[in-house]
């Protein structure tokens, strides 16, 4: 693991994979103390061994083939799988000082995720109604490369969003993703790019500023654009 300080935010690199259970815990714990003024907002990226998470709108017959652990996660959402090179972000910040606005918050994740990929070539977008972030796959489809839920409680965000950069896509087929079954999901790698994660988590963090500059913005009143 590596860690930093940028300003008031510690942005915290995972290269083992941490279970679900104990990242989610820990997220409870550090959401409070955040909310408290205890400890310092959090951005931290890792991924997971093979899970399942329900989110709070998760429909019982949309998880088709639970051979992996379900989780109730308590983020927005469906179901979502999270496994080995899937790279997660979590995202604790404080929304007191930045506009409490939720959608403008998640808005500016999708923006951030979008400009990331772009770094790498990846041209993609967020659709009107529809979770997630898109992209053209192979077979000049439309297909999911990343997907968004989040939670906030007492002002303080928790959960984020996950990217593909090269996970056992056949895994995502145990579930309905996102509640979206007439597209598919794809990665990096299916494109093919060989990104590692930490790669990935350097073309984040350099992205990070025009995201952090949006929250200002929302602060402001200004707009919810990136």
């Known amino acids: 693991m590596s860690s930093e300080t940028t300003d008031a935010i510690e942005w915290r690199r995972e290269m083992r994979q941490v279970p679900y259970r104990e990242a989610l815990s820990e997220m409870e714990q550090r959401n409070a103390a955040i909310a ?14 093979p899970v399942y998470t329900a989110g709070t709108s998760a429909a019982r017959d949309e998880l088709l083939d639970p051979r992996f652990e379900v989780v109730e996660a308590g983020r927005g959402g469906r179901y979502t799988y999270h496994g080995p090179g899937q790279r997660v972000g979590y995202i604790l910040l404080n929304l007191t000082d930045r506009g409490k606005d939720v959608r403008c918050f998640v808005h500016g994740i999708e923006q951030w995720v979008i400009s990331s990929l772009d770094t790498f070539g990846i041209e993609s977008w967020a659709v009107d109604g529809r979770v997630g972030i898109w992209t053209t796959d192979i077979d000049g489809r439309e297909a999911k490369i990343g997907a968004i839920g989040v939670r906030v409680r007492r002002w303080v965000t928790m959960h984020g969003f996950s990217v593909n950069l090269d996970p056992d896509l ?21 494109l093919g790019l060989d990104i590692s994660p930490q790669e990935w988590d350097e073309a984040l963090m350099a992205k990070a500023p025009n995201f952090l500059k949006h929250l200002a913005e929302v602060a402001g009143r200004r707009s919810c654009d990136v």
């Not at 400890?39 to 931290?44: C, F, I, P």
């Not at 056949?170 to 299916?190: M, Q």
């Open 170 to 190: 056949s895994h995502f087929t145990g579930i309905v993703p996102c509640g979206i079954d007439e597209f598919g999901v794809t990665s990096l790698k299916r």
């Open 36 to 49: 408290a003024g205890d400890a310092r907002e959090l951005v931290w990226m890792l991924e997971h061994p």
